[in-house]
């Protein structure tokens, strides 16, 4: 009798608890180690911010001239697509997360696509991006801005570059989750958490990337 109170005590009190607050499960190892890898790449960052300003101020002369050949106007254009390209990695994101992983339907009714309709978008925005910025960089060799033509050119090729190398590796992943769609039978809860962690660092280049046009074009 006294097991039989036990269980029902506990059975009430159990019951009680709010919908939604289960028993404290442990955080996902993949999200956790990712975060802990994107501060890492926060603070290589925030090194090159921390250069590129020291050497602006005691080079100042120098960014007056320089700057005047930046395109500001294609560089925002340019901006505007990493940002959307973000907007099209989330919502894949969402259908990950509603375990969908491709479309069910027409390839013109956005209604039915999955994950992977998203990520093909977000991937081709990316891209752009990418070659709007090779292209920017032939435009400024044409003006006679190299990497190792003055302090100017080493910084802005320096802190933009490292950028378009981890918007490239965030493109390869991309492909990677997008291949895995094809592969694989069933839509597994581990393809579900790379797709979001692959979200967690694009979201983070984009952010990087509207600091640095901040501080590149507009601060000049």
């Known amino acids: 009798m006294a097991d039989v109170a036990t269980a029902t005590t ?8 709010p919908a939604g607050h289960g028993p404290v499960s442990r955080p996902n190892l993949t999200a956790v180690g990712t975060m802990v890898w994107l501060a890492s790449e926060l603070m290589f960052f925030a090194g090159l911010f921390a250069m590129y300003f020291t050497i602006r101020s005691v080079a100042g002369p120098l960014w007056d001239e320089r700057t005047s050949h930046l395109e500001v106007g294609f560089a ?3 901006t505007l697509i990493l940002v959307i390209s973000s907007i099209w990695c989330q919502f894949g994101v969402f259908k990950a997360e509603a375990g969908k992983s491709h479309r069910d339907g027409k390839l013109w009714q956005l209604g039915s696509w999955g994950m992977r309709e998203w990520y093909v978008l977000a991937f081709l925005f990316g891209a752009i991006f990418v070659s709007g910025q090779v292209f920017e960089y032939s435009n400024m060799f044409a003006e006679g801005i190299s990497l190792d033509s003055d302090a100017y050119g080493s910084m802005f090729y320096m802190t933009t570059g490292f950028h378009a190398l981890h918007v490239t590796g965030g493109l390869l992943a991309f492909l990677m989750i997008i291949g895995r769609t094809f592969t694989a039978k069933k839509f597994t809860h581990h393809q579900v958490t790379g797709a979001i962690v692959v979200s967690y660092y694009w979201h ?7 600091a640095l046009f901040a501080t590149i074009y507009l601060l000049k």
């Open 10 to 17: 506990a059975h009430t009190s159990d019951s009680r608890i």
């Open 76 to 78: 925002f254009g340019n």
């Open 204 to 210: 983070f280049v984009d952010v990087v990337w509207i």
